[in-house]
């Protein structure tokens, strides 16, 4: 009897499994089987109450008020046939932007078509002929300010009249009111312009940048393909000289703040601008060039006379962020600094010369989330509890009675809402997908606007791997922080390949209690092939503190792949690995880093891919990488000892290289670059380009291509 039931039990189990569907990678990428549903168009009103979102019915897009509080929909904005792509809605209410065949250039500027409708009359009307960058309303709602062809321009909404601010710009010469690429790329904006709060000013960034060097790709699109020429400054080579330009609606004058050194060179950075709470004066950050000085300045909008407020220096670099407000008394403003060792919040009153700690101890702070409207309160979220989560939390400005507000284990990102009564959690766990909710100042949920419950019950039907958290101890008992996917059915008595996965730039973070981690379902679907998946957040990685962060200073790469080769070496001695079959793959910085591994590690890894890979830092942007190795000439071997294309003699494994050749951001100059050496040494490799894609390589049958010529690979050699 009891091997009848066992025999029926393990008959059942097996038919369990049976009945579970597979993962295919139509299914990702062609069906959207796995869609991951969101709140689109969510936009929170002034009046801290209502919100405004989009609903898609067919070809007909709806804009309508609703209640944050029960959801109760009132009127409605906008009803019509515009595929609207992102909107705004006037401080008076009366008009929208409606941003329409969105056209992206670089990563974040993008060039709309852009409607200015009537809500009463229901008018619309182009904003200009042409498309645009970033129009938007002045604060007072009488005019909306834009770019175009390198120039800032505004138009007055009740004369009509179409205002031209400046008229130098120039194509790779002179830009106005919009980023270069690479401040663009690496302090994370592009929209290069503010509106003062009174609506009389415009400051806006003027870049020249006639002696950065020129950087031509190919675009295979005629043929005689199309040569594409841009300005990129890499490692060591100059910027765009910048200036903040304060215009004057009334007057149509100019001030221009007074930032050079003291040597009168102006080779410095320009990562910030933001009005204080009076509208006469621009906050302008100035950071120098080896990015280890801020310095913040307050300039006088009629003048341009600067008034220093603020100084920080860091034996290393200093991060750019957004998380700094300035508090209505006038002379005192909330940020976040390492000065302690850990990212914590402040509050600097620059006229009694005073700094008052918020936050304390061994964690980091994520977002400045705001204050309430009393100034009572500062809202934030950091990873008090552990690395690997997000919660939010307030304090009492003089850094009191701190009390959690999502006290949930998890992941919660925070969307403010004005005067933060209530705030957009988007919750979400390793194996949860997203739940978006409306929460109240308290951190009570008042009510879930999207739960995937769709997701959750299709996810129910697939033969998933089961996916947890770990740690691998390294050099030093450092325990580093994973996850892992097994197989559905793992059997702990037989031996199973090892992939990795891993992005390990500085400050990253692949290992958090938030769902998808990468590429969740395609690492699923290897899984359930039979493969062990890990992903390992090594040194260099967030939210651990600035000394573990900030350790790979100089020597990019140098302690990240020591930490993935002593993690395969570990997994390779547990009882079901097969230390033969230990593969590693990683995109951009990740790339680079499994092209560093393979190499360096070549009697550890068996295989690997290397996806829009860095193959030697002289190559790269040189904001970024000067941030972390200073110059080329003042760092040589940090950038040759490092590089992958000086390894390449050492290749053993098989390795599979990928590059889009229209990528702006990591150019398919360093895989050519890479293969040149490869070539040299007599190393056999594998290659796959894709013409005219870029860092991300996507677009039509794109992503279908790539990751089933990444499966094949994987199948075949790991």
């Not at 204080?276 to 009629?302: F, G, H, W």
């Not at 600097?348 to 702070?365: F, M, N």
């Not at 769902?515 to 651990?544: Q, S």
């Amino acid at each position: 009897m009891r091997f009848s039931f066992l025999l029926i039990l393990s008959l059942l189990v097996q038919t369990a499994f049976a009945q579970k569907k597979s993962i295919t990678l139509e299914d990702i990428w062609q069906k959207g089987t796995f869609r991951i549903k969101s709140v689109p168009g969510f936009n929170a009103m002034d009046d801290g109450t209502h919100y405004t979102d989009i609903v898609r019915n067919g070809q007909e897009r709806t804009i309508q008020i609703k209640s944050i509080v029960d959801g109760t929909a009132g009127e409605v904005l906008y009803q019509g046939n515009l595929d609207v792509d992102d909107y705004e809605i006037s401080p008076k209410r009366d008009k929208l932007l409606l941003r329409t065949q969105a056209q992206n250039i670089y990563r974040r500027s993008v060039l709309y078509r852009v409607y200015l409708y009537d809500i009463k009359s229901k008018n619309q009307t182009l904003l200009d002929t042409a498309k645009v960058l970033h129009a938007s309303f002045s604060p007072d709602g009488t005019k909306v300010a834009f770019v175009k062809n390198n120039n800032l321009f505004y138009k007055d909404l009740k004369s009509e009249e179409v205002v031209q601010v400046s008229s130098d710009g120039a194509q790779n010469k002179i830009i106005n009111g919009n980023c270069d690429w690479v401040y663009e790329e690496e302090f994370e904006f592009t929209k290069a312009y503010q509106w003062s709060p009174d609506s009389k000013h415009l400051a806006y960034y003027h870049f020249d940048e006639t002696n950065v060097p020129e950087y031509t790709m190919t675009k295979y699109d005629n043929l005689y393909p199309t040569p594409y020429k841009y300005k990129y400054p890499v490692a060591g080579e100059p910027n765009s000289i910048v200036e903040i330009l304060i215009y004057d609606l009334a007057g149509k004058t100019v001030a221009r703040p007074e930032l050079s050194n003291e040597d009168g060179t102006m080779d410095y950075y320009i990562p910030r601008i933001k009005w204080s709470n009076d509208p006469a004066r621009l906050c302008v950050y100035k950071l120098n060039r080896r990015q280890n000085e801020l310095n913040l300045y307050l300039a006088n909008a009629k003048d341009g006379k600067t008034e220093k407020i603020y100084s920080e220096t860091n034996k290393a670099f200093i991060e750019i962020n957004d998380n700094l407000q300035f508090l209505p008394d006038g002379h005192s403003f909330l940020f976040n600094s390492e000065q302690d060792g850990w990212n914590h919040l402040y509050t600097w009153d620059w006229k009694a010369k005073k700094l008052t700690l918020l936050t304390k101890g061994d964690y980091d702070i994520d977002a400045l989330i705001g204050t309430d409207a009393q100034v009572k309160y500062v809202y934030y979220t950091a990873a008090v509890n552990s690395p690997l989560v997000r919660n939010l939390y307030r304090v009492e400005l003089n850094g009191k009675n701190r009390k959690t507000l999502t006290p949930q284990p998890g992941f919660h990102a925070i969307t403010p809402i004005n005067g933060n009564r209530y705030f957009l959690d988007k919750y979400s766990q390793l194996n949860a997908p997203p739940v978006y909710s409306l929460l109240d100042a308290e951190g009570k949920s008042i009510r879930i606007l999207e739960d995937n419950a769709d997701l959750k019950k299709t996810m129910a039907e697939f033969n998933l791997g089961k996916v947890e958290f770990t740690q691998v101890e390294v050099a030093d008992k450092v325990e580093l922080n994973a996850w892992r996917i097994l197989p559905p059915n793992f059997d702990p008595s037989k031996k199973y390949p090892v992939l990795l996965y891993q992005y390990s730039g500085p400050n990253s973070q692949e290992v958090a209690d938030r769902f998808p981690v990468r590429d969740y379902f395609w690492h699923n679907m290897l899984a359930e092939k039979g493969y062990i998946i890990y992903c390992v957040d090594g040194t260099g990685t967030g939210f651990r503190g600035e000394a573990f962060r900030k350790k790979t200073y100089l020597q990019l790469g140098k302690y990240e792949s020591d930490d993935q080769i002593a993690v395969a070496k570990h997994l390779g001695t547990l009882p079901y690995v097969d230390a033969g079959r230990i593969g590693i793959w990683g995109w951009s910085f990740g790339g680079f880093m499994s092209s560093t591994c393979i190499m360096k590690g070549a009697d550890v890894f068996k295989m690997a891919i290397a996806v829009a890979p860095v193959t030697n830092w002289r190559y790269y942007d040189n904001i970024y990488t000067e941030r972390y190795m200073r110059m080329p000439s003042e760092n040589e071997a940090g950038y040759d000892e490092n590089a992958p294309e000086k390894m390449t003699a050492k290749l053993k494994g098989k390795f599979l290289l990928i590059h889009g050749t229209g990528d702006d951001n990591v150019h398919f100059q360093n895989s050519v670059a890479l293969v040149n050496h490869l070539i040299s040494d007599g190393k056999e490799f594998d290659a796959e380009y894709y013409p005219d894609r870029t860092h991300g390589i996507s677009g039509g049958n794109t992503r279908m291509h790539l990751y089933q010529r990444m499966t094949n690979f994987i199948l075949s050699n790991l």
